[in-house]
């Protein structure tokens, strides 16, 4: 069973904006806290942003400037809005909970040029 489906990834403009989506299963969404993260080429996997399920944020240092992150709990989905779009962005995104689920999604790939 699919617990973790990100999508909204694709080629980007530097300076644009997208928005990611993440859907889960009820047993991952329910009563947890998500998160988002990406995976740059030959890099770790890193933590973007989490949201608890009363909606409190905490971001990244990173992040703090040009990403959002929300949820809609009646669709089991979170969200991830980037803005001003930078070719450093270039990563595959990915949803979890948190603190994680022993399993990951596919992510969702999003390149950026300039």
């Not at 806290?33 to 989490?50: S, T, V």
Request: hydrophobic content about 35%; glycine content about 8%.
């Amino acid at each position: 069973q699919v617990q973790l489906v990100e999508s909204g990834g694709g080629l980007f403009q530097a300076g644009g904006s997208l928005r990611l989506s993440c859907v889960a299963s009820d047993r991952v969404f329910k009563g947890h806290a998500l998160a988002w993260f990406r995976q740059r080429p030959g890099e770790e996997r890193e933590q973007i942003a989490r949201i608890s399920t009363n909606n409190r944020t905490t971001y990244a240092d990173f992040a703090k400037d040009r990403f959002v992150i929300s949820r809609d709990n009646a669709k089991n989905t979170i969200f991830l809005q980037l803005n001003s779009l930078r070719l450093e962005d270039t990563a595959g995104y990915y949803c979890n909970r948190w603190p994680l689920f022993p399993s990951w999604g596919q992510g969702t790939q999003v390149t950026v040029s300039s």
